[in-house]
């Protein structure tokens, strides 16, 4: 027997998950304290004016990575959402239902900086363009998610119809991403793409992977952070979570 | 760097309040979730002690 293997499904037990995420979640902190400190350091001393909007498309730093945070959390979540109805682990529902909030808060941070970055810009704090439109879409469909969670009294059937939900939301992400491409839109198309060199300065762009990469240690930290949390509640009937919080 | 001054950086060349706007929201956003979170761990332990405290005098 090889005894360096890893048992990962040792994890999938709320139990072993628990004392991992607590030990995980302070270096998933940290790490986002630093790089979003670097990030605005970029985004507000390094990365150069812009020609055509001045230092009004410093919103940018903020804006992408809020966005694409939006996005990615919902995949990830229809993924953890999907697994648990698949192998029914108890796990995977915890999961979603933790990143769920997080991924509502960034989709609105992602309409509320566009709204901010489209008044002086286009001249309106909101049209119904088509990447608008499917962002506010997403939105509702966290919400949904969030409304229909606290309205189910059993955790596991609650998991269950929101995975569901969850699932036949991912339409929509596909749509948010291409809808520059589909449709003639007021929002503008990709600045940074993997088939194209990017059509930004180069601090620019650095500025916005640092930000997009502290975003993301944000979101596992807090996710991590609250899935603590409902583990915690949900098993709170157990001997484990008994000896925990002694 | 591109500032002469601090006041011109407060400014943003006149996008003040759009930029600091979509920060300061940012900003705000992650502060108060982590703060919930932090709370919510807190109360979530007070409550099971207390269950256990309650448990433990009625055994």
């Known amino acids: ?246 | 760097m591109q500032w002469n001054s601090v006041s011109e950086f407060f400014a943003m060349g006149g996008y003040a309040f759009y930029v600091w706007g979509s920060f300061g929201v940012t900003a705000a956003v992650m502060g108060i979730e982590t703060l919930v979170i932090h709370r919510q761990r807190q109360e979530l332990l007070r409550n099971l002690r207390n269950e256990l405290l309650t448990e433990g005098a009625s055994s």
């Open chain 1, 1 to 246: 027997m090889n005894t360096r293997v890893i048992h990962w499904f040792k994890f999938s037990s709320p139990q072993n998950f628990y004392v991992l995420a607590g030990r995980m979640q302070p270096w998933f902190a940290a790490l986002a304290i630093v790089l979003m400190a670097v990030g605005l350091w970029i985004s507000f001393f390094v990365a150069p004016t812009d020609a055509q909007q001045g230092e009004g498309y410093r919103i940018i730093f903020v804006h992408v990575p809020a966005s694409q945070m939006s996005m990615f959390i919902y995949l990830v979540m229809a993924a953890w959402a999907g697994f648990g109805l698949a192998f029914n682990t108890r796990l995977s529902g915890m999961m979603a239902s933790a990143l769920a909030p997080t991924g509502a808060l960034f989709a609105f941070l992602s309409l509320v900086t566009g709204s901010l970055w489209g008044k002086p810009m286009w001249g309106a704090w909101w049209v119904w363009d088509a990447r608008l439109t499917s962002e506010l879409i997403l939105l509702f469909l966290y919400l949904g998610f969030l409304a229909l969670q606290s309205s189910i009294d059993d955790p596991r059937r609650a998991d269950k119809a929101c995975a569901v939900l969850a699932l036949v939301g991912v339409v929509n992400v596909p749509i948010i991403y291409f809808s520059v491409k589909w449709w003639n839109t007021l929002h503008q198309g990709a600045s940074v793409s993997l088939t194209r060199s990017p059509t930004m300065a180069a601090a620019m762009l650095w500025g916005m992977l640092i930000m997009v990469i502290a975003f993301w240690m944000y979101t596992i930290a807090v996710t991590l952070a609250r899935v603590r949390n409902i583990i915690l509640d949900r098993e709170r009937h157990t001997e484990w979570v008994k000896h925990a919080v002694e």
